[in-house]
């Protein structure tokens, strides 16, 4: 579902309506049915709703329908306007979605935005965000985000920290963790048996051999060199305004950075529209489209649903590589 109030039912009407071109693997929608019939008939979108009660219905369904596995809202729900009576069947869509993923009922999890500040007022949302929900709903101590484009797949050693905050999460046993979380992701998710994993620094030029900082000197190439010794492929620390450019991303399948801003930057910047967010490490697939509920859109209609497509896709591929491990 997402959070109702902003496009995640749009972007799931216009994906839907691109099932015939290809592109968008069989999936269903744990949403409020009238919601979404209402969204399509706003989008002159001719989308017909079938609710299913079993997710294994779904995939005969939809060729001619959208399956919707109802779950209706408890308040009338605007665009644009969290409504905090909703909050609570925003959490329950995902608790939903991840036992059926959990219980072999469905491939894997794909999630439309949510609003972390809507959920906590709104439900008392325990949690910083969707991936540490999901971490806790799979059983897991931590899980880790991974962002990818065509070209580029990134994760934040730090994620939604604060820069002046940032070094006391920058450690010997943080990078290390993170890194054979990614690397079993790496041969688990997108069948790559060596996945090559490029350690970025934290100071300009890599600390320039101690001048700018110590921290690559004094944890990041000691991390690497213990993942070296576990047997992973790591590499670096790599100068952050290096290790983006066309050449230097064939030489790894991953990059693993220090911060927030210096692994999405480059993403962004080098396919904005179809950056898919991954959490790895958990015990199901689960994949989003890489941006937010986009509130100040809501209801226009004019949304862009390549990302939530592209995220469709990822969890399908993913679904099938880990199935064939």
Same mark, same amino acid.
């Given at each position: %579902?997402?959070?109702?109030?902003?496009?995640?039912?749009?972007?799931?009407?216009?994906?839907?309506?691109?099932?015939?071109?290809?592109?968008?693997?069989?999936?269903?929608?744990?949403?409020?049915?009238?919601?979404?019939?209402?969204?399509?008939?706003?989008?002159?979108?001719?989308?017909?709703?079938?609710?299913?009660?079993?997710?294994?219905?779904?995939?005969?369904?939809? *060729?001619?329908?959208?399956?919707?596995?109802?779950?209706?809202?408890? =308040?009338?729900?605007?665009?644009?306007?969290?409504?905090?009576?909703?909050?609570?069947?925003?959490?329950?869509?995902?608790?939903? =979605?991840?036992?059926?993923?959990?219980?072999?009922?469905?491939? =894997?999890?794909?999630?439309?935005?949510?609003?972390?500040?809507?959920?906590?007022?709104?439900?008392?949302?325990?949690?910083?965000?969707?991936?540490?929900?999901?971490?806790?709903?799979?059983?897991?101590?931590?899980?880790?985000?991974?962002?990818?484009?065509?070209?580029?797949?990134?994760?934040?050693?730090?994620?939604?920290?604060?820069?002046?905050?940032?070094?006391?999460?920058?450690?010997?046993?943080?990078?290390?963790?993170?890194?054979?979380?990614?690397?079993?992701?790496?041969?688990?998710?997108?069948?790559?048996?060596?996945?090559?994993?490029?350690?970025? *620094?934290?100071?300009?030029?890599?600390?320039?051999?101690?001048?700018?900082?110590?921290?690559?000197?004094?944890?990041?190439?000691?991390?690497? +060199? #213990?993942?070296?010794?576990?047997?992973?492929?790591?590499?670096?620390?790599?100068?952050?305004?290096?290790?983006?450019?066309?050449?230097?991303?064939?030489?790894?399948?991953?990059?693993?950075? %220090?911060?927030?801003?210096?692994?999405?930057?480059?993403?962004?910047?080098?396919?904005?529209?179809?950056?898919?967010?991954?959490?790895?490490?958990?015990?199901?697939?689960?994949?989003?489209?890489?941006?937010?509920? #986009?509130?100040?859109?809501?209801?226009?209609?004019?949304?862009?649903?390549?990302?939530?497509? +592209?995220?469709?896709?990822?969890?399908?591929?993913?679904?099938?590589?880990?199935?064939?491990?």
């Amino acid at each position: %579902m997402g959070d109702p109030a902003g496009i995640g039912g749009e972007l799931t009407i216009m994906a839907w309506a691109r099932r015939d071109e290809g592109v968008v693997p069989p999936f269903y929608a744990i949403d409020d049915p009238a919601r979404l019939a209402a969204i399509a008939s706003e989008m002159s979108q001719s989308c017909p709703i079938v609710e299913i009660y079993d997710p294994r219905e779904s995939t005969a369904a939809f *060729g001619d329908s959208l399956p919707v596995l109802p779950l209706p809202l408890a =308040a009338a729900q605007p665009p644009g306007k969290p409504v905090p009576a909703n909050a609570a069947c925003v959490i329950a869509s995902i608790e939903r =979605a991840v036992a059926d993923a959990s219980t072999g009922r469905a491939a =894997a999890v794909v999630t439309n935005p949510i609003n972390k500040r809507a959920l906590h007022e709104g439900a008392n949302f325990a949690y910083p965000g969707h991936t540490e929900f999901l971490a806790a709903l799979g059983g897991v101590p931590t899980s880790v985000m991974m962002l990818a484009a065509p070209g580029l797949r990134v994760v934040p050693l730090t994620v939604h920290t604060a820069l002046r905050d940032i070094f006391d999460d920058i450690t010997h046993d943080t990078i290390t963790a993170t890194a054979r979380i990614l690397h079993d992701a790496m041969r688990r998710d997108f069948a790559l048996p060596s996945p090559r994993i490029a350690v970025s *620094g934290l100071n300009p030029h890599a600390g320039e051999g101690g001048s700018m900082g110590m921290e690559e000197i004094e944890i990041i190439a000691p991390a690497i +060199e #213990a993942l070296r010794i576990e047997g992973i492929d790591a590499t670096g620390p790599w100068p952050g305004d290096t290790m983006f450019h066309e050449d230097a991303r064939t030489a790894y399948d991953v990059a693993l950075c %220090m911060y927030h801003d210096q692994a999405l930057i480059p993403l962004k910047t080098l396919d904005f529209h179809r950056g898919v967010n991954i959490t790895l490490g958990l015990p199901f697939v689960r994949t989003s489209p890489d941006h937010g509920t #986009a509130y100040d859109r809501a209801g226009e209609g004019t949304a862009d649903p390549r990302s939530f497509i +592209e995220a469709l896709r990822t969890a399908r591929a993913m679904a099938d590589a880990r199935a064939a491990a």
